[in-house]
């Protein structure tokens, strides 16, 4: 061969413009590594996810007539990083050229640029060809240390890229419809969910090689992995979601619930959800590709009786506005990015979050089910396991790991502005402009998890109160001198000086005694 080139576990992007041309001087590596395995302790479905999705693309550029190489963690076994694998292969073969994508990780890119600029055949990398903007463009939106508005950000892109326009005005003439889409689901509302698509992916032999190589996880297995791990499972998991859940998405898209039973368990952690992430960021969906599937259906609806504006706008808002706009975030700020601290969080996760055992209803219900499934929907990693976090002041480094390991679709690039940024404010507020702290009453009003928890969510102070409530106001309280200048914050603090003194000491007693002892809640 005359070219490797190198294929990592989340470019398993059949459209790139590499894929265009067959050439039998070129060699294509996919590679299980073990230092992808130990960089974080995963989720094991997430590992199997993974493999078995590189093995898959593996096989489909076989079969349309590339030459491919693909190592599995035994034959790797010897290379204990990435440059020594490709150094070994780079002498096997006899190359003269290697090429890679761009890795959107920043350890990764560090990691390839150094390999690149010291090995002596000629290198060259690529774009993924995979976001709406490329990395070189990313400079002209985001700048380091900046405050960026996802919503301003959010508008351009959808002007740059004319979706959900009519001419230079937004369809149904409002550019966000989030108001519309904070309902809670009511029991008589829980036969709605629909039925989730489920793969049955044979993964036993990575797990036995997981077992073998003595890689260290967190989680649950399951045989047959749920989760898709081919182009064609993608676009059925997408077709099923635009079918069955987009015409309520936006509606329940901050709703939780703990009350299908454990028949129907799929139905509770899945609810109105599209679980597309993994599909997206290993890259065998297309962010593009999503949204026009999503958009002919909300056309081919001329009545918009199945599918209304505002959950269409919900769902383009995510994919477009969201995750593009905390990749620019993560760009313009790192490595720096990865050592923020701005509350000075140093307190240590309580083990619970490896077990799920807590008489909290919530946290139970939230970790357990990521436990299970490696999934939890948005408004649970924020505003559930984030937001105790948040209140407890958990150090952000150890925060960062849980949810790089536990997510199926937890990668750097997109873990990090999410957890340190918008559910810990450990970066003083780039990613959001408000801390998303909360007390028991956000968790009754938006789930049902509160009349099944040993602990009172109208209660303050005392021994069953819910923790969350003397928390959340020891939280704010501690940190008023940052907080009371945001206008959006001036009830919070009134409502604090209208108590009586004696309650509020009472309050922040409770709290005090709370966090001495977190291990035991
Ligand atoms: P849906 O609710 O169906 O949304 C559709 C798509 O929109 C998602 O697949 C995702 O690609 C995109 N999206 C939605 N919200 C965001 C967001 N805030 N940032 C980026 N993309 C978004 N997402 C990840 O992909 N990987 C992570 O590691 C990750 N970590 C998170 C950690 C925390 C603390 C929080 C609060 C959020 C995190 N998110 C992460 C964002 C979001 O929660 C997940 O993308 C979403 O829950 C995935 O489930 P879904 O595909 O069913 O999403």
């Known amino acids: ?8 576990g989340d470019q398993l992007n059949p459209r790139h413009s590499w894929y265009r041309e067959k050439d039998a001087d ?70 003269s050229c290697f090429e890679y994508q761009l ?55 959808r002007v740059r890229f004319d979706i959900l326009m009519d001419g230079a005005a937004p369809q149904g003439g409002q550019w966000n419809f989030d108001a519309d889409n904070r309902n809670k689901l009511k029991a ?3 036969d709605q969910i629909p039925e989730p698509l489920l793969f049955a992916n044979e993964v036993g032999s990575i797990l036995e090689r997981l077992g073998r190589h003595n890689v260290d996880t967190m989680g649950k297995p399951i045989t047959p992995l749920p989760w898709p791990v081919n182009r064609q499972q993608a676009i059925a998991l997408l077709e099923h979601f635009c079918r069955h859940a987009l015409p309520q998405f936006g509606r329940y898209q901050d709703a939780m619930t703990g009350k299908l039973d454990v028949s129907d368990r799929a139905r509770q952690w899945t609810l109105f959800h599209s679980r597309l992430s993994f599909a997206l960021n290993c890259k065998m969906l297309d962010p593009r590709q999503v949204i026009r599937v999503a958009i002919e259906h909300y056309q081919a609806d001329p009545r918009k009786e199945r599918i209304g504006v505002a959950q269409i ?11 593009e706009f905390v990749r620019g975030l993560y760009w313009a700020n790192m490595p720096d990015y990865a050592q923020l601290n701005a509350l000075a969080a140093q307190r240590a996760l309580p083990s619970w979050f490896w077990d799920a055992k807590t008489r ?23 505003m559930i396991t984030g937001n ?8 952000p480094d150890e925060v960062d790991q849980w949810y790089l390991g536990i997510y199926i679709d937890a990668i750097e690039w997109v873990e990090l ?68 200048t945001n206008p959006r914050n001036k009830m919070v603090y009134a409502n604090w000086q209208k108590k009586p003194l004696a309650q509020r000491e009472a309050i922040l007693a409770r709290a005090e005694q709370l966090l001495d002892d977190l291990e035991s809640l």
């Not at 105790?388 to 150090?395: A, E, P, V």
């Open 1 to 8: 061969y005359k070219r490797l080139r190198l294929i990592l």
């Open 313 to 323: 706008e919900g769902f383009v808002r995510q994919i477009l506005g969201w995750r």
């Open 388 to 395: 105790f976090c948040l209140l407890t002041g958990i150090d």
């Open 103 to 157: 890795p959107d990780e920043y350890r990764l890119r560090t990691q390839l640029a150094d390999f690149a600029s010291a090995v002596p055949v000629t290198t060259s990398a690529w774009e993924t060809e995979h976001f709406y903007l490329s990395d070189q463009e990313l400079a002209h939106y985001f700048q380091p240390g900046k405050r960026h508005q996802m919503e301003a950000f959010y508008r351009k892109l």
């Open 417 to 484: 502005p999410n957890t340190r940024g918008m559910s810990q404010f450990a970066d003083g507020g780039i990613v959001g402009s408000k801390a998303y702290a909360a007390s028991g009453n956000y968790v009754q009003k938006m789930s049902d998890y509160c009349s099944d928890c040993t602990y009172q969510v109208k209660q303050v102070t005392g021994a069953d109160a819910c923790p969350l409530n003397s928390l959340y106001w020891r939280f704010m309280q501690q940190h008023e001198r940052d907080f009371a």
């Open 360 to 382: 909290m209803n919530c946290q139970k219900q939230a970790i357990s089910q990521s436990l299970e499934f490696a999934y939890a929907h948005h408004i649970q990693r924020l």
């Open 188 to 190: 008589a509302e829980l």
């Open 26 to 95: 070129t060699l294509y590596v996919i590679a299980e590594l073990h230092q992808e395995t130990g960089y974080t302790r995963h989720h094991v479905q997430k590992i199997c996810a993974f493999f078995a999705a590189m093995a898959a693309f593996a096989q489909a550029l076989g079969k349309a007539g590339h030459e491919v190489l693909h190592l599995n963690l035994d034959d790797t076994r010897a290379d204990a990083t990435l440059p020594e694998l490709l150094t070994r292969l780079i002498a096997k073969y006899g190359v």
